[in-house]
């Protein structure tokens, strides 16, 4: 499993974009790269995930280095309910199933 | 939208009594997880299932087993629950598309 490396914790303010970092050198070049992100006293929930080329949805971007070592998840207008903790995951796939692997994440904090 | 549904939320459990935790997904998914989430150590895969009777450990399989008879239920059981297994638990189910997690089951060994 590829290892990452994120900042323990982040904070910024409501309305102002986010960008979170996170690296991952050891990643394999068929790892996808999933972010995910934990809200107080509930499960995780999926954000977005990619594998080459930048990915844009209705929650988030992610914008990935071109040697795919890092990445960046870009929230671009913050809100309160977008505190919460940040997992950068690589994946690899077992028999179909795409394996997660949690680290410690980032935890995000947004000031009104 | 796509569903998993753990049966408990809270539980309290004697020491040495068998556990069953249920999980049901609504979404014919074929993946299903087993996660404990605690504090200073994160989430961590028990077992997972990737078909019906099929089942993989994961990175802290000792003292939990699983159950997969049908597609949608996947069942961690705890065979002689100890206190060290006070934790969150957390199932999930996948898809290309990516994981959905249950709300949790708080599970307390006293």
């Known amino acids: 499993d590829a290892k990452t490396t994120q900042p323990n914790s982040m904070e910024s303010n409501e309305e102002e974009p986010v960008h979170l970092p996170c690296n991952h050198s050891?990643?394999?070049?068929?790892?996808?790269i999933h972010w995910y992100r934990q809200l107080p006293s509930q499960g995780p929930e999926y954000v977005i995930h990619?594998?080459?080329s930048n990915v844009n949805n209705r929650m988030a971007s992610l914008a990935i280095a071109e040697d795919r070592k890092s990445s960046t998840l870009i929230l671009h207008r913050a809100t309160l309910r977008d505190a919460a903790v940040y997992y950068c995951i690589p994946t690899s796939t077992y028999q179909g199933a795409q394996k997660l692997v949690f680290g410690q994440g980032t935890r995000l904090t947004i000031n009104p | 939208d796509v569903k998993v549904t753990q049966s408990s939320r809270y539980l309290v459990k004697r020491t040495g009594e068998k556990v069953f935790l249920e999980c049901v997904q609504d979404?014919?998914?074929?993946?299903m997880f087993w996660y404990r989430q605690d504090p200073g150590l994160g989430l961590r895969l028990i077992y997972f299932?990737?078909?019906?009777?099929?089942?993989e450990k994961g990175d802290i399989p000792e003292g939990y087993s699983v159950s997969r008879e049908k597609k949608e239920r996947f069942s961690l059981i705890l065979e002689s629950a100890s206190t060290n297994q006070t934790s969150m638990y957390l199932c999930a189910s996948s898809s290309l598309h990516g994981y959905t997690f249950g709300s949790g089951t708080r599970l307390t060994v006293v």
């Open positions: 979404m014919d998914h074929e993946n």
């Open positions: 050891t990643i394999s070049g068929t790892d996808y």
């Open positions: 299932s990737y078909d019906v009777k099929m089942k």
């Open positions: 990619g594998l080459t």
